[in-house]
């Protein structure tokens, strides 16, 4: 192969991998009400309970309100219709607060809620409304399974988004 039939494929590899990131960027830029999300995985998809997933947000508004959500993604074969959290909030200035919170994901038929596809189910469960920050920092938010089981199966996924109130 010659120099230029090498440099023909380098120059398209890089345009395609320009075009692949400028979509990205495009889709992420339209999810302007975004202020955080970030999701984690959980590992072979058994969520030990001394598992806490931890994120970290740096917040300098104060004054929008927000929503936050909790992004769950489990298996088709997750064997119950629900799933308990427990969310501790750490404020910037050491003070936190913990709450409980009941993912509903399935219907009263057994159906899974939220969307699917193939065997994945992906969930968005509201957990705060129109909440203002009240001061600027570091929040931190630990999320741990709440099922009184050492070891939950079939959870994947499990995350936060935070956006503007609308």
């Known amino acids: 192969m ?3 039939g090498f440099h023909f494929l380098s120059i398209r590899k890089i345009s395609g991998l ?6 990205l960027l495009f889709l992420s830029s339209c999810d302007k009400n975004r202020v955080f999300e970030e999701n984690k ?5 058994v969520w030990d309970v001394k ?3 931890t994120f970290d947000v740096l917040i ?3 004054v929008t309100p927000n929503n936050f959500y909790i992004n769950v993604r489990q298996a088709d074969s997750y064997a119950y219709s629900n799933l308990y959290l427990f969310i501790k909030t750490t404020f910037p200035n050491g003070k936190f607060s913990h709450d409980t919170l ?3 994901l399935a219907n009263v038929e057994g159906r899974w809620l939220g969307k699917g596809l193939g ?8 957990f705060k409304k129109a909440k203002k920050f009240p001061i600027k920092g570091k929040y931190s938010f630990q999320i741990e399974q709440g099922m009184r089981l050492s070891k939950l199966s079939q959870i994947m996924d499990v995350g936060i988004r935070i956006e503007k109130a609308k």
């Open 2 to 4: 010659s120099d230029k």
């Open 51 to 53: 598992d806490v997933k």
């Open 119 to 126: 065997d994945i189910w992906d969930n968005q469960i509201p």
């Open 60 to 62: 300098s508004d104060t």
């Open 102 to 104: 009941e993912c509903i």
């Open 18 to 23: 320009v075009s692949a990131f400028s979509f």
């Open 41 to 45: 995985e959980i590992s072979n998809y």
